[in-house]
């Protein structure tokens, strides 16, 4: 395995292009923000200078420049990731003092840090500005590292603040950023996430319980890929109610039952709930724009029985079942205090009683569209969450259905998931 060192070279502070107006200078969060984890959602992006068909793969300053540039102008629209967040007061003084831009130095070339097999998903915290942890810039929205490897080809990292965004609003900020610096025009923003569901007081709610976890030595993380011929056989193998499963159903279900596979703990105790984010803004009535900026998502939790057989059945019906029942009524409900207060005694419930097990599906967003000028990522990564028994699903390079899944598992669990002979017949890396 090849030995990676990076180096900070340079930290700057990068602030909106044009000051935020008065009337914007205070930016409400949402019930849905305040019981966000505190985390950062970090996101790696590979960039092949040798790759490059466009021909505007320039000299580092001049990329470094351009991303500098087309930043300071996106956090004029996106102003509250420019400022500083409190969460005494749940809301963002948008003062524009702007996000931290960190510089470094790579010691090896990209090919050899994308030959290693496997890649650990803990190098890529090399690559990222802060951990996703780091309470010490928990009041900052956003810090971006551009990694420059000794070929020339780049590596950009991000952390983005789960207080202020869900999957769907960090790509909506990337996909800006990266329009700004081609050149591209503006398209619509809304930032209506506090008037859908405005906040509460939650002195009493520590959003932490049960999806941090600080003991990042008890677990580790490791990734694997499921091409998409091992996929097409994991969504012939579930078939409920009569009705063919996606991938990220048949991919869930799997994972989890290799988990119980290996799992003592789970044999004995059968004290796990599963956790799976989901998409509000379709489920108005009538539907949000997907320019609406935020946290607007819900987190679908249910029980899963470990001791009966078909368990993986049970789990895409019960997941589907969730699903179901958050429609526009509900919506309704949860936008009132007393819906919000049930909602939260609810998570409370579930996370003081039992042990989460959470997946969060990025298939479908657009994890290889970064463009900034010089071509789109020969690939993407994740490093991993403080978050034990979690698992990220992310679409493939090769756009053939093939997932890459990201999971954190205590380290036992993992040894004995990595000598599995069924989990090993479906992986590829």
Not at 228 to 254: G, H, M, P, T
Not at 400 to 406: K, L, M, P, S, T
Request: hydrophobic content about 40%.
């Amino acid at each position: 395995m090849v030995s990676v060192r990076v180096d900070i070279v340079s930290k700057e502070m990068i602030k909106p292009s044009s000051p935020t107006p008065d009337h914007l200078r205070s930016y409400q969060l949402s019930f849905l923000d305040q019981i966000s984890p505190p985390l950062f959602v970090p996101f790696v992006m590979f960039y092949d200078k040798e790759k490059d068909s466009t021909n505007n793969y320039n000299d580092v300053v001049e990329i470094s420049t351009k991303l500098k540039t087309a930043m300071s102008h996106v956090l004029t629209q996106f102003y509250p990731l420019a400022g500083r967040l409190s969460e005494a007061t749940a809301s963002v003084d948008c003062n524009d003092m702007g996000i931290p831009f960190f510089e470094a130095k790579v010691s090896c070339q990209l090919s050899e840090f994308l030959a290693q097999n496997p890649i650990l998903p803990i190098e890529l915290n090399k690559f990222i500005p802060f951990k996703p942890d780091y309470e010490e810039v928990s009041h900052l929205p956003l810090g971006i590292q551009l990694n420059i490897f000794k070929c020339g080809s780049i590596a950009i990292g991000s952390c983005i603040s789960h207080k202020f965004v869900d999957g769907i609003s960090y790509f909506m900020f990337l996909n800006r950023w990266t329009a700004i610096a081609r050149g591209d025009q503006d398209q619509q923003l809304r930032f209506e996430a506090a008037s859908l569901f405005p906040p509460m007081n939650l002195s009493q709610y520590n959003s932490k319980t049960g999806f941090v976890n600080k003991n990042s030595m008890s677990f580790t993380s490791k990734r694997f890929v499921f091409k998409a011929s091992s996929i097409k056989d994991l969504k012939q193998r579930y078939v409920v109610d009569n009705k063919s499963v996606s991938r990220v159903e048949a991919l869930s279900a799997f994972i989890w039952n290799r988990f119980v596979a290996v799992d003592d703990l789970s044999k004995k105790t059968n004290n796990y709930v599963m956790s799976y984010p989901m998409n509000l803004r379709n489920r108005f009535d009538p539907p949000l724009l997907d320019c609406s900026f935020g946290n607007i998502f819900r987190l679908v939790m249910f029980d899963v029985d470990v001791s009966e057989d078909n368990e993986c059945e049970i789990f895409i019906r019960k997941l589907r079942e969730e699903f179901s029942h958050i429609d526009g009524k509900y919506l309704k409900m949860l936008q009132q205090q007393e819906g919000m207060v049930k909602h939260l005694d609810f998570i409370k419930k579930m996370t003081n009683e039992k042990t989460l097990f959470s997946f969060s599906s990025w298939c479908r967003f657009p994890l290889y569209e970064s463009d900034f000028g010089w071509g789109k990522p020969v690939w993407v990564g994740v490093p991993p969450f403080p978050s034990n028994n979690l698992v990220v699903l992310m679409d493939s390079k090769s756009g053939d259905g093939g997932i890459e899944a990201f999971i954190n598992l205590d380290k036992n669990v993992m040894d004995k998931l990595e000598s599995d002979e069924e989990f090993l017949a479906f992986v590829s890396v």
